[in-house]
C-alpha cells in the first residue's frame, strides 16, 4: 500500500546516468534548480518533493518513518530507470540517501551526502527532540513568514542569508504546508531513526561527504564519515556554510561531475 503520491520533477536525457536530488527540511525540488541546469546535460536530473514538501500528497494516515518513505522512493526510481543510480541529498535528504544506499546499495553507483548527520548518540537524543519540538510548536502557531525569519536566524545559516536570491527561496518557502512539514518532521526525526555510525564501513556504495568548511560541526561529521566509510571520499568547499549547492553552486557541480565520473 503507498503512502505518497509523489511530485518528480525530470530533466535531461533518459539513456544518460540517472541522479536523483534530494532536498532537505522545508525545501523543494527547486532547491536544486541551479544545479540540475548545469547537470542535465551529462545526466538523467530527478528530483523529488520530499514527503510533507512542495507538491508531494499523502494517502490517507501515512507512515512518515525514514525506512517507509526511502522504501517508497525506492519504487519510484525502478518505475524511472532501471538502471544503477547516482544520488545526492542535502541535509534531510542526505540522511535519507545515505539510509537508501546501505538498505539498496546494488540500486546505486554512488551517494554524495550534503551537511547530512548518520545518528545521534544516546545521551544527546534527549536535547535534541526537546529542540524539535520547540521548533515544531513555532511552526504550528506562527504564521509562516514570522518561523521562516527565527528558522534562518540560525548560526547555521548565515552565509545562506547573504545570498542575492535568500529572499526568492523565502517566498518559495511560505507556500509548505506547516501541518504536512510537521507530520514529515515527526516521523523523520533523526531521533526516531537508526544509528547508521555503525553500517558506514559495510557499505558497499561509494560514498562523498561534501560540507562547507566554515560549518564547524558539520564539517567533523563529514570528516568523521569519510574515514569511517569504505572507500569514502570528503570534499570541504572553502568559506561555505551549511546549504553548499546554493553557496558554492560551481563547486558542487564540479563535485558531482568529478566523483560519478561523468562530463569531466
Not at 70 to 79: H, K, N
Not at 115 to 133: F, Q
Not at 187 to 200: F, N, R
Not at 228 to 238: D, K, N, Q, T
Request: hydrophobic share 40%.
Amino acid at each position: 500500500m503507498r503512502n505518497f503520491k509523489f511530485h518528480i520533477d525530470c530533466r535531461g536525457d533518459k539513456d544518460k546516468q540517472p541522479l536523483l536530488f534530494l532536498h532537505g527540511l522545508l525545501g523543494s525540488t527547486h532547491d536544486f534548480d541551479e544545479i540540475v541546469d548545469a547537470c542535465k546535460n551529462d545526466f538523467y536530473c530527478v528530483a523529488i518533493d520530499l514527503p510533507g514538501h512542495g507538491e508531494t500528497r499523502e494517502i490517507e494516515d501515512a507512515d512518515y518513518s525514514a525506512e517507509t518513505i526511502v522504501r517508497e522512493i525506492f519504487t519510484e526510481l525502478r518505475a524511472i530507470s532501471s538502471e544503477k543510480w547516482a544520488l545526492v541529498g542535502y541535509s534531510m535528504g542526505g540522511r535519507l540517501a545515505l539510509l537508501m544506499s546501505l538498505r539498496f546499495g546494488p540500486m546505486f553507483c554512488g551517494a554524495l551526502i550534503e551537511s547530512a548527520n548518520p545518528g545521534l548518540s544516546d545521551e544527546i537524543i534527549a536535547d535534541r527532540v526537546a529542540l524539535e519540538e520547540s521548533w515544531q510548536q513555532k511552526l504550528k502557531t506562527m504564521p509562516m513568514s514570522d518561523f521562516l525569519q527565527q528558522w534562518y536566524e540560525q548560526p547555521l545559516f548565515s552565509r545562506f542569508r547573504e545570498l542575492a536570491h535568500f529572499e526568492q527561496t523565502l517566498q518559495r518557502r511560505k507556500n509548505q504546508r506547516p501541518d504536512a512539514l510537521i507530520k514529515m518532521w515527526r516521523g523523520m526525526s533523526i531521533t526516531k531513526q537508526p544509528d547508521l555510525w555503525p553500517e558506514l564501513a559495510l557499505s558497499q556504495v561509494p560514498m562523498l561527504f561534501l560540507s562547507g568548511d566554515a560549518d564547524e560541526r558539520y564539517a567533523f561529521i563529514a570528516r568523521r564519515a569519510a574515514q569511517m566509510a569504505a572507500g569514502a571520499r570528503l570534499a570541504l568547499a572553502p568559506s561555505c556554510g551549511h546549504v553548499v549547492h546554493a553557496e558554492a553552486p560551481e563547486f558542487f557541480v564540479k563535485n558531482i561531475k568529478n566523483f560519478f565520473k561523468v562530463g569531466v
